[in-house]
């Protein structure tokens, strides 16, 4: 089931559904309908409610939502992008962009270099599967492979360390 | 006999005078600056013409070509609005010297009523209660001492041509005030090129009450009663509504008399306001507006009359045919002006397209707006965006008329303060009238940023979470997903199953 999160405020919901006729909120089952009306407009019926909420991109990428004379801006984001974002947050926080984790729990399927190559920040290392995606795992800096620590077709836990780089 | 008017203004009050002249069969024609070339006077109007630039003063403010273009297309009357040239003198005498009907006052009125000190001396004779303080302009420091002891701390140094809170200052210790004479001399000096001030009273808890008037040609007056205007951020009205709920029958028969002898005093023609301020069940004259305000139709709900019509009628030289003793306040009326602004960023304008709106409707629901989808909300002029007004029986049913209405109003691309007014109508002071002046200022500001938003209502969050990753979703079916493309970011996407 695909799975999102959405974050509006201080709240943060767990949002999952596949056709969405019936949605998971944080994990409570609700009824839903939605109807487009304009590319802008829509009808949503969750439950017994019904609200007609106004929407349009923002610049920033997130989503602006009027409703019930009520303005709301989020950041709404597949679950698998959410973690890849606290990830990299985490990554940034600490500087040690020279230290490849697994953002989640997944399987290699490709590596892209090898021992002592050099590498731009911005090239790809390797390719990792996770959710049903492919995923791209680049390079957050400049530097020279020190060590890889997996190879084709490692199964990998969260956190775990791929890639060291001087 | 009006065949054509040439509306010398913008936005919703350019459009809601377009109305006027439909009902009344006259021609209407506008002007419009470049920025304004889609805005919505433009597409209503009969004829539109570019008449500049897009800052004010090379288009809306330009009265020479203002005039010559009334001229070129054989307009028999100019309507200014409010705002621009609506109180410009300068411009009225120009306008009568072009042969051309000024919808509005005479030039001297004008003068009369926008000099404060001439303005209080007249109120006072005419027996219409002034605030305590100087009718003439204070020539020493020895003199505004006397006054002082005389009316009591603490005082206001206003500018004689002043307005818009300039050459204003507060007073609240004697020694204060030589220095407070001299700094709003020097203000005012520069702004407005006369250093003449007075001292008045300073009325701590006032209530904004005003009285709108008609007067014809012939020395006929009418009042439509009052509205109440008090919530306010600095000095801009927010919210108003009419009748207030703050006063009872007998002031209201004294404040709506003084204000027909306001009208009188300075022989005034047209639609007019007398503002007063009003503390402890006393009301004083602050300043009369010759000219037609933004909050008038919540009077027109009240009491059913068309008052841009009445404009066009005294402007062309019919006398009243209304009869003051037919006037009666029906109902409650509420006026909130949406602006695209941003709330918590100080109220700073929201610059933008609009990209969508969807725009309230049903029983007891008047909007005058002055935009549509595609409208520009540029730097240039003021960001208001319409006026929603609620009608219903009572202020109550008004109010929850007014929420309901908030609540069907969509605009996207640029923020609004729509939400901003639920707080207002929530707010117990405002429920049982005891808000004055200082309402916002002292309720809202410290509020901002942010926590004025009470514990938004869960509902709708879900709503819009499960709305969100509904269109994400579609998204993705369409495009693999993507991530954020932030060269930081080490994630990219390859393929979707």
Known sequence: MNEYVAKIGNNKYIINSDEFNEVKIN???????????????????????????????????????????????????????????????????????????????GLVLKVNKKAGEKVKTGESLLVLEAMKMENNLKSLTDGIIKEIKVKTGTSVEKNETLIILE | MIKKILIANRGEIAVRIIKACKEMNITSAVIYSESDKNALHVVEADEAYLIGKSPASDSYLNYKKIIKLAKKIKADAIHPGYGFLSENAAFIKEVEKAGIIFIGPNASTVELMGDKT????????????????????????????????????????????GGGGKGMRKVDKM??????????????????????VYVEKFIEHPKHIEVQILGDKYGNYIHLFERECSVQRRHQKVLEEAPSSSINNQIRKKITLAAINAAKACKYHNAGTIEFLYENKRFYFLEMNTRLQVEHPVTEFITGIDIVKEQINIASGKKLNIKQKDIKINGHAIECRIYAEDVDNNFAPSIGKVEYQKAPNGPGVRLDTGIQTNSEISIYYDPMLAKLITWANNRKDAVTRM????????????????????????????????????????????????????NTNVNYEKAIAVLGAFLLNEENKIHPVKLESNHLNQWESLKYE
Request: aromatic share 8%.
């Open chain 2, 118 to 161: 001439s303005a209080r001396k007249l109120m006072k004779k005419n027996k219409v209660p002034i605030v305590p303080g100087t009718t003439e302009p204070i020539k020493s420091v020895e003199e505004a001492k006397a006054i002082v002891k005389k009316i009591g701390l603490p005082v206001m140094i206003k500018a004689s041509a």
């Open chain 2, 175 to 196: 020694n204060e005030l030589p220095e407070a004479i001299e700094r709003a001399q020097n203000e005012s000096l520069k702004a407005f090129g006369s250093s003449e």
């Open chain 1, 27 to 105: 994990g409570k089952t609700v009824k839903c309908e939605i109807q487009k009306i304009t590319d802008k407009n829509y009808k949503v019926k969750l439950g017994n409610n019904i609200y007609q909420i106004t929407t349009t991109k923002l610049t920033n990428g997130k989503r602006a939502f009027i409703t019930g004379g009520h303005y709301f801006e989020s950041n709404i984001r597949s679950l698998l992008e959410e973690k890849v974002n606290e990830h990299t947050g985490s990554l940034n926080k600490d500087e040690s962009n020279k230290i490849i984790k697994s953002p989640m729990p």
């Open chain 2, 403 to 454: 929420k309901r209405a908030l609540s069907e109003y969509h605009i996207a691309g640029v923020k609004t303060n729509i939400n901003f007014f639920y707080w207002i109508l929530e707010h117990k002071l405002f429920l049982d009238s005891s808000f004055d002046n200082n309402f916002l200022e002292k309720k809202f500001i410290p509020l901002t940023p942010g926590k004025w938003q009470k």
